[in-house]
């Protein structure tokens, strides 16, 4: 059963038709103002295919870009509604490489203050273990896998540091985390055995916080729902889901009711206290064995 993937996918369309929506409304202004595209790109010095991909739903508009355009078409007064349009565009579909073009450590702080207005966390990833949860030195393997794919500044030292800081609020009372791993996370090759070993660690101390709820699915559990991909489900309000391109927030009612759904699935089928930490521990042992022999 893929039902997750198919969700994400059906979210990721209904922005396209939301951006699409938004093109449709720019050619509109722009056809009012009786402008060919290739005029309307000449006045605000762009490429005419940019005007292209703007109105056809290929390329997402900057607010400067919206602003130049109701200025060179004469309809200022509907830059609000178009900017209010476009927000509301970004904040379910926030693409990567726009996302983090000024560097990583401002996407870490907006997701902190995203945290602190949340009181329960569920978390369910199946590739590697979440931010609230990472080591230092684990943190730092992930934030480099994001400077290596997206070629954006490398403001690495920064990044993790306001990662680490993060997850200051695993220690506020009030606010109580339930995070969901596959056995997989645990054992995939994301960096070194070494800085694993650490990790692993660290999940076993979490896991005994009085506000943590850490559940790990083993290898030879049945899944009633495939684990198609991670995603955080923040109060009922917000899901966020990663995706290689893109960050979607998905905050349609339907849409939290079907992941609070999911998440209830996956930890059913979790073991949780002793169990669990018989998990971690065999991964440890598995991987301790990959580490050099220095008792000569």
């Known amino acids: 059963m893929t039902l997750p993937q198919s969700r994400a996918s059906g979210a990721a369309a209904n922005v396209q038709e939301a951006r699409f929506a938004l093109g449709s409304r720019l050619r509109e202004l722009r056809n009012g103002a009786g402008l060919s595209g290739k005029e309307l790109a000449e006045s605000l010095a762009w490429q005419p295919s940019k005007v292209s991909k703007i109105e056809n739903g290929k390329q997402t508009p900057s607010d400067e870009d919206i602003r130049a355009w109701t200025s060179a078409t004469n309809r200022e007064d509907a830059a609000s509604d178009l900017l209010a349009s476009l ?42 273990v979440p931010g609230l949860l990472q080591t230092a030195e684990y943190a730092r393997a992930r934030v480099a896998q994001s400077l290596t794919v997206f070629k954006i500044p490398n403001d690495i030292n920064q990044a993790v540091q306001t990662r680490m800081q993060r997850q200051d609020i695993l220690y506020r009372p009030e606010k109580r985390f339930h995070f969901v791993l596959t056995e997989a996370a645990l054992r995939y090759r994301l960096c070194t055995p070494a800085v694993m070993l650490g990790q692993l660690d660290r999940l076993v101390s979490m896991a005994a916080m009085p506000n943590v709820k850490l559940g790990i699915v083993s290898f030879d559990t049945a899944y009633v729902v495939a684990p198609a991909h991670g995603f955080w489900l923040l109060d009922d309000d917000r ?39 018989a998990i971690i521990t065999r ?3 598995d991987l301790a064995a990959h580490l050099p022999d220095h008792s000569d």
């Open 87 to 128: 927000h509301t565009l970004e904040l379910q579909y926030s693409e990567w490489q726009r996302r983090l073009r000024g560097g990583l450590k401002p996407h870490q702080s907006e997701i902190a203050e995203i945290n602190a207005r949340t009181r329960l966390f569920r978390v369910f990833e199946s590739t590697y």
């Open 239 to 277: 899901v966020m889901v990663e995706t290689y391109s893109a960050e979607l927030n998905l905050a349609q009612p339907q849409e939290t009711a079907l992941y609070s759904t999911i998440f209830d699935s996956m930890a059913s089928v979790a073991s949780y206290g002793r169990a669990a930490r």
């Open 283 to 285: 991964v440890i042992d």
